[in-house]
T-cell receptor, first 117, second 114 residues
């Protein structure tokens, strides 16, 4: 079974600085998607960024970027120029790509990010 | 505005009672999902549905039931057989169920059973 591990239960960063959240996963599939979701105190899950495994180029979305290391099964999230609004739980998730089946997102346990002013 | 609605935001029930959580989407998505979130845990999949009148068990389906009679609706019933029902429940949908589409989440329902 696929598993997703986030080894940092909590992280903190100073406003305007950069922070990296770690995620590793286990799968025998060759193609799949990886996601980072953000859950602020409102508890609304918001997609931050996603990466398809066959694409070698790391995904970026404004201040958010990933470091995808397929061989190492690692998918870290870098937040640059951290803002107070970035404070949230961040979840890493894995999804197999299926034909005719159903996707099943597998989530890590999350990393709570605190941004200090 | 398109999106997913879950009602109510907070729900209180007595032990032994069944309770149904509502999830509606107007995104015209085929696939819908129910997740449970507990403190210190990630989201765990309860049930999912790729198409109307069809659904499959997720990782923690025991004590729960669902129906998918309409494309836009996927209600979840927490039965008295669920041993620890107090949790935060999230509904999600995606355009297809093949893994290539983003899942959109509702605002969640906090269920407390005493």
């Amino acid at each position: 079974a696929q598993t997703v591990t986030q080894s940092q239960p909590e992280m903190s960063v100073q406003e305007a600085e950069t922070v990296t959240l770690s995620c590793t996963y286990d799968t025998s599939e060759s193609d799949y998607y990886l996601f980072w979701y953000k859950q602020p105190p409102s508890r609304q899950m918001i997609l931050v960024i996603r990466q398809e495994a066959y694409k070698q180029q790391n995904a970026t979305e404004n201040r958010f970027s990933v470091n995808f290391q397929k061989a190492a099964k690692s998918f870290s999230l870098k937040i640059s120029d951290s803002q107070l609004g970035d404070a949230a739980m961040y979840f890493c998730a894995y999804s197999p790509i299926t034909q005719g089946g159903s996707e099943k997102l597998v989530f890590g346990k999350g990393t709570k990010l605190t941004v200090n002013p | 505005d398109g999106g997913i609605t879950q009602s109510p935001k907070y729900l209180f029930r007595k032990e032994g009672q069944n309770v149904t959580l509502s999830c509606e989407q107007n995104l015209n998505h085929d696939a819908m999902y129910w997740y449970r979130q507990d403190p210190g845990q990630g989201l765990r999949l309860i049930y999912y549905s790729q198409i109307v009148n069809d659904f499959q068990k997720g990782d923690i389906a025991e004590g729960y039931s669902v129906s998918r009679e309409k494309k836009e609706s996927f209600p979840l019933t927490v039965t008295s057989a669920q041993k620890n029902p107090t949790a935060f429940y999230l509904c999600a949908s995606s355009l297809t169920g093949t893994g290539v589409d983003e899942q959109y989440f509702g605002p969640g329902t906090r269920l407390t059973v005493t």
